[in-house]
């Protein structure tokens, strides 16, 4: 079974970890993160990478938790 996953980065400009939202922008809340299927994570994995204000985008597990918001994965 292929879990769920987000992308994660670390913002340039502040250093924190961010996470992609379905309409490209980088928030610091996991719950407003995309949860990616499997079909989506190629793709939308090299749109972030291509995006300059983060660095070190990476797919990262997570799962659909309470009214449907993406949580990280249990490690």
């Not at 996953?5 to 980088?26: F, H, N, P, Q």
């Not at 749109?47 to 994965?73: I, M």
């Amino acid at each position: 079974m292929t879990h769920a996953k987000v992308i994660s980065a670390v913002s340039v400009s502040g250093g924190e970890t961010v996470y992609l939202t379905s309409c490209d922008a980088w928030t610091g809340d996991v719950t407003m993160a995309e949860l990616l299927g499997a079909e989506d994570f190629d793709w939308r994995l090299a749109f972030a990478q291509r995006l300059r204000e983060v660095t070190g985008a990476r797919l990262v597990d997570a799962v659909e938790g309470e009214f449907g918001f993406a949580r990280l994965a249990a490690a």
